[in-house]
């Protein structure tokens, strides 16, 4: 490994219970991926090959709420692994469209979802598919985190700028420019 | 009303001297000198009930907190709007509004044009600290031209003072208390089986967040139009 390659920041996305929206967003930062690319390594994401979260992550981006026990799973292995954790768009942030469900029982929920109104081989799923949780929670319910990036999504500008901040060891300050909701 | 004999006194509004009418409120002096209060269940042109404890002020002397839009100005009061303890009680009110109803923005009728919205980023508020509750609470769609969606309510009570003070019905009311809290119609009836409701509408466009809104609309559709709510006023204080 070159000196240069060795420098790069270590950057993971990750895309819990979200629609992926955020991830579409971030890929509007366009040519600016290439900025990007020279200054990080994407280890792990829905846009790279790697199945297994990486050890000494840099930045990690999580997209969605805590929705499943895979969930809840996977954000404490992130936390774990990970300097700087950044609660990416609304689902991760507030649990957001996910949450809306929370209202009801789960057991309610899937009766709805997957007997009342289907018409066909009316069943709960309960192999290879993952439990649900009973409630919906945004990730600092769970884990702690260091960098709040609310919206639905947030602006290309705002993950880029988020970003861009971060690499440089800055803290970034989105009060004026990120809002729930968009 | 003799207008010449009401007394001026002046105070200090975050480090200014100020001058003021003794009838006048600390929130009104301090907008008179461009200094930013935080409101949201106030609304010009309507009564002050500091329902919401956004304008929370600091007043020397005392150990409580004021609310700026009811409490009185006082010759040589001294107010401090800002403050790391405020900003912090602010912020925490503010959560506990979102925590306490389903305000999911993003599919809300007034996203974009929400006072609790705007003033969450205003105050820096962005992520809520405490567990949502998630109530199951109702959408009253029975209204013809109007829907009533209580998972959006902050209970600012804007609805139930507008109807009463300017439209004169009196149709919404508050009903419980905490958080089983509710704005109703009538006795607790179907908004559209409302036999006092005239439906002006003027309820929907005061409402500050999407709980009050009209039909047919998309998220991030409903704007709110306020501009009637001076001029009506001004017509009242003319005839009295």
Not at chain 1, 175 to 182: D, H, M, N, Q, V
Not at chain 2, 71 to 99: C, D, H, I, W, Y
């Amino acid at each position: 490994m070159t000196k240069a390659k060795a420098a790069k920041a270590r950057v993971a996305t990750v895309w819990l219970d979200g629609c992926s929206g955020c991830h579409m967003s971030l890929l509007d930062i366009d040519e600016r991926l290439i900025l990007l690319e020279e200054k990080i390594e994407l280890v792990y994401s829905p846009l790279v090959d790697a199945k297994v979260f990486p050890e000494n992550v840099d930045v990690a981006l999580v997209e969605g709420s805590i929705s499943s026990e895979e969930d809840l799973h996977k954000i404490k292995i992130i936390r774990k692994n990970s300097k700087v954790l950044v609660s990416l768009g609304d689902c991760a942030v507030t649990g957001n469209i996910p949450s809306m469900r929370t209202v009801f029982s789960l057991e309610s929920m899937l009766e709805r979802v997957y007997d009342e109104n289907a018409t066909i081989n009316q069943q709960v799923p309960t192999k290879v598919v993952p439990k649900l949780l009973e409630r919906v929670m945004p990730l600092h319910e769970v884990v702690d985190v260091d960098i709040y990036l609310p919206g639905c999504p947030p602006s290309a500008e705002n993950i880029f700028f988020a970003i861009s901040e971060l690499l440089e060891g800055r803290t970034p300050d989105l009060t004026l420019t990120a809002r729930f909701g968009a | 009303m003799n207008k010449a004999s009401i007394e001026i006194c002046t105070l200090i509004i975050e480090n200014r001297e100020c001058g003021g009418r003794a009838d006048q409120t600390i929130l009104e002096v301090a907008e008179e000198y461009g200094i930013f209060i935080p409101t949201l269940c106030r609304l010009s042109g309507l009564s002050s009930i500091g329902a919401c404890r956004m304008c929370l002020v600091e007043v020397k002397g005392s150990n409580k907190l004021m609310p700026a839009c009811v409490t009185k100005v006082q010759e040589g009061m001294e107010v401090t709007v800002n403050s790391e303890r405020l900003a912090e009680f602010r912020k925490l009110t503010l959560e506990m509004l979102f925590s306490e109803r389903n305000h999911i923005c993003s599919v809300c009728v007034t996203n974009g044009h929400c006072d609790l919205q705007s003033l969450a980023q205003k105050l820096g508020v962005n992520h809520i600290t405490m567990p949502y509750i998630h109530p199951h609470v109702q959408v009253d769609a029975s209204h013809p031209r109007f829907i009533a969606d209580h998972n959006r309510c902050i209970l600012c009570t804007r609805c139930i003072r507008v109807c009463q003070e300017i439209e004169g019905a009196h149709t919404w009311d508050l009903m419980g208390r905490g958080t089983k809290a509710r704005v109703i119609t009538d006795l607790n009836r179907p908004w559209g089986e409302s036999e006092s409701c005239t439906g002006c509408g003027k309820c929907v466009q005061v409402c500050p967040t999407g709980a009050l809104s009209e039909k047919g609309q998309a998220a991030g559709e409903m704007l709110k139009r306020r501009t009637f709510l001076p001029y009506l006023s001004m017509m009242r204080e003319v005839g009295k």
